[in-house]
């Protein structure tokens, strides 16, 4: 197994696909140091920033460090660090989604499925949306089921995007968004959003549209602010999108993540959004399966023939066992949806409450499995070297929100993810007092 050192960036994970290393890496070169960028987390990775290939490849890829998700979990399981970086439950999932899936891989179906994703599977998702959201997708033209999320993101963005166009993109922002768009020839175009409520204004969004743009990729609720956007935001997003002709791309993986009564509104059932969007959902959220990559994307007939041609080169199909489990699981009654947020909601209130008596400034959490704190409060916020001195010398491993960020930083915040047993989340809180010591 290749072990190469992987660092990552003191300013963002995506200093490496800057403009200003727009160009093909020479083989056989050392590694790339970029600019700003602080080797001050170096971790055994398989994948990283190490020696160069010797052949030239694509400097977009080639010269990106390790997500941070994988740094910080390689880093908490070499030092036995309680990790709250990556957003993972640490319980085993429900016992009956499993069962079906372990059944149909026994009993069922084990060679392709068809490309557009299982008969029964797509018309359970096109139920389950009209149950919960009021939508209504023909299960046999406007629903295809990819391999989790990220495929359907990339798709979306490979069928989308000719080289030249502007994508709108909203950050803080998941870590995949930035190099796909690039690698497809899109120029990102970013609304910046700032703690604590991580709002859209209209000036923000009228300096990012323009006569180029092709396209938004809007997630919400929103990783890592932990924030739902308000039905005036969706309608103020959705007037721009009109009115410079785009397509929305929207993330809503953690749609059934919401709390205290919270409920989300798809983009798409705002006006005039139904023929210019692509919704995408994730299994892996609503089930707490992290690991199980099962993606759902609607979206109207036209758009999503193109969708599927990019699907169809990309993965082509996806377990079929995995498929028929979640096709069992999205037509669950509505108290396992009920249960699923009630049980995050008490998880966020525990370790809410016990960051807050420890004195830790807390940022509430709207959905999501992540709470953030503000930790301007310890002197010169710096969210990397908390982070750092986090996991190395309390045993606790977090995000540091900045390496959402590709331009204009917001670097007083750290992310944990709360969807954690009670025991887990204890174990970090008695870690972190020692930070709170430290600093008096
Ligand atoms: N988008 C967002 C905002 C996410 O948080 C995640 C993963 N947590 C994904 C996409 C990826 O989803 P999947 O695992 O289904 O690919
Ligand atoms: N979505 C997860 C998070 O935000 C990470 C997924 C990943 O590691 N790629 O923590």
Same mark, same amino acid.
Not at 53 to 75: D, G, K, W
Not at 243 to 256: L, N, Q
């Given at each position: 197994?290749?072990?190469?050192?992987?660092?990552?960036?003191?300013?963002?994970?995506?200093?490496?696909?800057?403009?200003?290393?727009?160009?093909?890496?020479?083989?056989?070169?050392?590694?790339?140091?970029?600019?700003?960028?602080?080797?001050?987390?170096?971790?055994?990775?398989?994948?990283?920033?190490?020696?160069?290939?010797?052949?030239?490849?694509?400097?977009?890829?080639?010269?990106?460090?390790?997500?941070?998700?994988?740094?910080?979990?390689?880093?908490?399981?070499?030092?036995?660090?309680?990790?709250?970086?990556?957003?993972?439950?640490?319980?085993?999932?429900?016992?009956?989604?499993?069962?079906?899936?372990?059944?149909?891989?026994?009993?069922?179906?084990?060679?392709?499925?068809?490309?557009?994703?299982?008969?029964?599977?797509?018309?359970?998702?096109?139920?389950?949306?009209?149950?919960?959201?009021?939508?209504?997708?023909?299960?046999?033209?406007?629903?295809?089921?990819?391999?989790?999320?990220?495929?359907?993101?990339?798709?979306?963005?490979?069928?989308?995007?000719?080289?030249?166009?502007?994508?709108?993109?909203?950050?803080?922002?998941?870590?995949?968004?930035?190099?796909?768009?690039?690698?497809?020839?899109?120029?990102?175009?970013?609304?910046?959003?700032?703690?604590?409520?991580?709002?859209?204004?209209?000036?923000?969004?009228?300096?990012?549209?323009?006569?180029?743009?092709?396209?938004?990729?809007?997630?919400?609720?929103?990783?890592?602010?932990?924030?739902?956007?308000?039905?005036?935001?969706?309608?103020?997003?959705?007037?721009?999108?009109?009115?410079?002709?785009?397509?929305?791309?929207?993330?809503?993986?953690?749609?059934?993540?919401?709390?205290?009564?919270?409920?989300?509104?798809?983009?798409?059932?705002?006006?005039?959004?139904?023929?210019?969007?692509?919704?995408?959902?994730?299994?892996?959220?609503?089930?707490?399966?992290?690991?199980?990559?099962?993606?759902?994307?609607?979206?109207?007939?036209?758009?999503?023939?193109?969708?599927?041609?990019?699907?169809?080169?990309?993965?082509?199909?996806?377990?079929?066992?995995?498929? @028929?489990?979640? +096709?069992? &699981?999205?037509? *669950?009654?509505?108290?396992? =949806?009920?249960?699923?947020? !009630? $049980?995050?909601?008490?998880?966020?209130?525990?370790?809410?409450?016990?960051?807050?008596?420890?004195?830790?400034?807390?940022?509430?959490?709207?959905?999501?499995?992540?709470?953030?704190?503000?930790?301007?409060?310890?002197?010169?916020?710096?969210?990397?070297?908390?982070?750092?001195?986090?996991?190395?010398?309390?045993?606790?491993?977090?995000?540091?929100?900045? @390496?959402?960020? +590709?331009? &204009?930083?917001? *670097?007083?915040?750290?992310? =944990?993810?709360?969807?954690? !047993? $009670?025991?887990?989340?204890?174990?970090?809180?008695?870690?972190?007092?020692?930070?709170?010591?430290?600093?008096?």
């Amino acid at each position: 197994m290749m072990t190469d050192e992987c660092q990552f960036s003191s300013a963002s994970i995506f200093q490496g696909s800057g403009s200003d290393v727009r160009r093909h890496t020479r083989p056989g070169a050392p590694a790339a140091v970029l600019p700003g960028q602080e080797p001050w987390l170096v971790a055994k990775a398989v994948i990283g920033t190490g020696p160069q290939p010797t052949t030239a490849m694509n400097p977009i890829f080639a010269e990106l460090p390790t997500t941070i998700f994988e740094v910080m979990s390689r880093h908490a399981r070499d030092t036995g660090a309680v990790n709250l970086g990556q957003g993972f439950p640490d319980d085993p999932g429900p016992e009956d989604v499993r069962r079906k899936a372990a059944e149909a891989v026994i009993e069922g179906w084990n060679q392709y499925p068809p490309m557009m994703g299982l008969p029964e599977l797509r018309h359970a998702v096109s139920e389950h949306y009209r149950h919960w959201q009021a939508l209504d997708f023909d299960p046999e033209a406007e629903v295809m089921i990819t391999s989790g999320a990220t495929e359907a993101l990339a798709g979306a963005l490979l069928a989308l995007i000719e080289p030249g166009d502007e994508i709108v993109l909203f950050e803080p922002m998941y870590d995949a968004y930035l190099p796909l768009v690039r690698r497809a020839g899109g120029i990102p175009r970013f609304v910046t959003l700032k703690p604590p409520r991580f709002a859209l204004t209209e000036e923000a969004l009228a300096q990012a549209f323009g006569p180029r743009t092709r396209a938004v990729l809007f997630n919400n609720p929103l990783n890592p602010a932990a924030t739902l956007f308000s039905p005036e935001d969706l309608d103020l997003l959705a007037s721009f999108c009109r009115r410079f002709d785009a397509i929305a791309i929207c993330d809503e993986v953690w749609e059934h993540v919401v709390f205290d009564g919270r409920r989300h509104q798809p983009l798409m059932s705002c006006e005039g959004m139904w023929e210019r969007t692509i919704k995408i959902g994730s299994a892996g959220k609503i089930f707490n399966l992290t690991g199980w990559k099962v993606g759902f994307v609607c979206a109207a007939p036209a758009i999503m023939r193109v969708l599927a041609k990019a699907h169809q080169f990309l993965t082509f199909t996806t377990p079929p066992n995995l498929q @028929a489990a979640v +096709a069992y &699981g999205l037509m *669950k009654e509505d108290g396992y =949806f009920e249960s699923l947020r !009630r $049980d995050l909601a008490r998880s966020r209130d525990r370790f809410t409450t016990g960051l807050t008596d420890l004195g830790f400034d807390v940022i509430p959490s709207e959905g999501t499995y992540f709470l953030n704190i503000d930790i301007a409060r310890f002197g010169d916020a710096d969210d990397v070297a908390f982070c750092r001195r986090l996991v190395l010398e309390h045993g606790v491993a977090a995000i540091p929100v900045s @390496a959402f960020y +590709a331009e &204009g930083a917001v *670097k007083n915040v750290v992310r =944990f993810c709360f969807a954690k !047993r $009670d025991e887990t989340l204890d174990a970090a809180l008695e870690r972190l007092s020692g930070v709170v010591r430290q600093a008096a």
